[in-house]
């Protein structure tokens, strides 16, 4: 991410941490839930592309998403690997895999942070405009798998306004999803709102990362192996900034190998991370956050990280560290769906019906 150009403080290389989780799947110890997946690369061909409410089929995603109107539209993924680098800048774009399952449908690039110039340069999906929707599908950087010295590698890059993204794997390492706002100033700069639903996350190093208000709702994180892993780094830079990210019935799941695991740690001053109702199935560090740079930052001070009824094995059994919270039933309450996303507009995606599978 930006501002941290090589892996994070007090981790070992990258390359260390891909050979481990090489070694891992190859001696027999396969991963669990979904993250195999990220043991080997994509190849295969795509699939068919269609647009809804025409009958053309499209030579490549990037084709399909530019020949959209102004108006955007629904695109349909058929089964298969869509390697290319995708950018959706239109707003009202939907992306629907159409696969029994999200692994059928993947989209997928493998570009790194030393390679392009940046982390923010590397996503294999960037999504700028308003109203997208993502539904049943996969998206992926194996830059780790396909480099000798990897580093950044986003995977999912949103930044517009009201988005839903259901029933979506976010397969990565280091900054795997970047949940954020667009850089803007103005009375017409609006602090993007983001809705993930039945998604699954992996990766390990600050893999959940950004500045928007986005809420996570019945999905998985998934640490893959490395000395020291911190799920989320939230930014946000003054205390009235009405920003956080907020994690509802989520669950935390890990790989063996994984060393330290945090919930996340501060990218700015006022970072604001909730969890609640989370079951812990990892081994969490029972402080539950950390400092972004042990021994000379201090913002775990001003940051607002927070929890309610953790259960699970990393579910706090002495105290967390001191300047986090342990939150009420009517202070958890504050956090919710229509709290937290619906703005002047009464957005409300957490009121739509889960789609079909």
């Known amino acids: 991410m930006s501002g941290s150009a090589g892996v994070a403080t007090g981790v070992p290389g990258p390359a260390l941490a891909a050979s481990m989780l090489l070694a891992l799947f190859a001696a027999g110890g396969a991963p669990r839930s979904q993250a195999a997946e990220m043991v080997r690369r994509f190849e295969a061909a795509p699939g068919k592309i269609t647009r809804v409410g025409s009958p053309t089929i499209y030579s490549s995603l990037q084709a399909a998403v530019d020949a959209l109107p102004d108006g955007g539209g629904e695109l349909r993924l058929g089964p298969g690997v869509y390697r290319e680098k995708v950018l959706v800048a239109r707003a009202n774009v939907r992306l629907v895999g159409t696969g029994r399952r999200a692994r059928d449908v993947v989209i997928t690039w493998s570009d790194g ?88 996350v992996e990766g390990h190093v600050d893999f959940i990362f950004g500045n928007s208000k986005a809420f996570f709702e019945n999905c998985e994180l998934h640490a893959v192996p490395h000395d020291e892993v911190m799920l989320t780094a939230h930014m946000r830079t003054g205390p009235d900034e009405d920003r956080a990210y907020v994690f509802d019935h989520c669950r935390i799941t890990s790989e063996p190998g994984v060393g330290t695991l945090w919930l996340g740690r501060p990218w700015r001053d006022y970072s604001r991370v909730i969890f609640l109702n989370t079951r812990i199935d990892a081994p969490l560090h029972p402080d539950g956050w950390r400092e972004w740079t042990p021994g000379e930052t201090h913002r775990l001070t001003t940051a607002f990280y927070a929890e309610y009824a953790s259960t699970g094995a990393g579910a706090p059994r002495l105290a967390r560290e001191p300047y986090s919270r342990q939150l009420s039933a009517v202070e958890a309450a504050a956090w919710s769906a229509k709290q937290l996303l619906a703005g002047d507009d009464g957005w409300a995606p957490q009121d739509a019906p889960r789609a079909s599978r």
């Not at 999906?125 to 986003?154: C, K, M």
């Open 113 to 200: 942070a030393k390679e392009v110039g940046g982390t923010f340069r590397t996503a294999s999906l960037e999504v700028r405009g308003d109203d997208f929707q993502a539904r049943n599908l996969t998206v992926v950087n194996d830059h780790w798998l396909r480099s000798a010295d990897p580093s950044q590698a986003v995977a999912l890059y949103i930044t517009g306004d009201r988005a839903f993204v259901e029933n979506v794997r976010m397969l990565g390492a280091q900054d795997t999803l970047y949940a954020a706002s667009r850089k803007c100033e103005g009375p017409d700069c609006r602090i993007s709102r983001q809705y993930f639903r039945d998604c699954y």
